[in-house]
């Protein structure tokens, strides 16, 4: 790849099977693609299957990538759609969520929090994995799409393929389970 060279000139390398711009493509978007798929899955593992089988389903789809539209915007809705396929075969399989959503944000830093607040910490945390769990993988792509990646309904609906109306709706149940779910924990603070 040469220095300096534009994404669409990239990106019509990569569709004409160059291998070299693929992979530029992949080292631009997989780490975008793995905070997203790991945000939506809870789950390290399942995160690098969703980003892995992204990737292979966008190069064996690029001859449909229509060139005038991002490729970002089009990866992520691959995204998406992996990682609510691993939801669903990880909800038929009654697996519970592992991981969680901040575990990317790293480790303890010096002078950090106590142990008693550190183990308050944990036990929230593992109510809130088990909450974003019990969730239907609509609601919980919505509602992670939404407050953790910040999107907008008509992106979210675009990535989901789901009306503007739908949208909300999967949102408002999610944030109104949330709240059931997660009320107790106010009286505990």
């Not at 997989?30 to 089988?53: C, H, K, M, N, P």
């Not at 109510?127 to 979210?156: N, P, Q, Y």
Request: one cysteine or more.
């Amino acid at each position: 790849m040469m220095v300096g060279e534009t994404a669409p000139a990239i990106l019509a390398r990569a569709r004409e099977g160059d291998g070299e711009a693929f992979r530029a493509l992949v080292e631009q978007h997989s780490r975008g693609a793995f905070r997203l798929a790991f945000r939506l899955t809870g789950s390290e593992q399942d995160a690098e299957d969703v980003v892995q089988e992204s990737f292979i389903r966008a190069y064996r789809q690029l001859d449909r990538f229509e060139a005038r539209a991002n490729f970002g915007t089009w990866l992520h809705r691959i995204v998406v759609n992996c990682a609510m396929d691993a939801l669903r075969s990880r909800r038929s399989r009654r697996v519970g969520t592992t991981g969680s959503l901040d575990d990317e944000a790293g480790g303890l830093t010096a002078g950090g929090p106590g142990p008693e607040r550190l183990a308050r910490s944990s036990e929230i945390q593992e109510k809130v994995d088990a909450s974003l769990g019990a969730l239907t993988t609509r609601e919980r792509v919505a509602f992670t799409l939404r407050h953790c990646e910040g999107r907008t309904i008509e992106e979210i609906g675009k990535a989901m393929g789901l009306r503007t109306n739908a949208v909300k709706h999967c949102i408002f149940r999610a944030v109104r389970k949330l709240r059931t779910t997660l009320e107790p924990l106010r009286g505990e603070s």
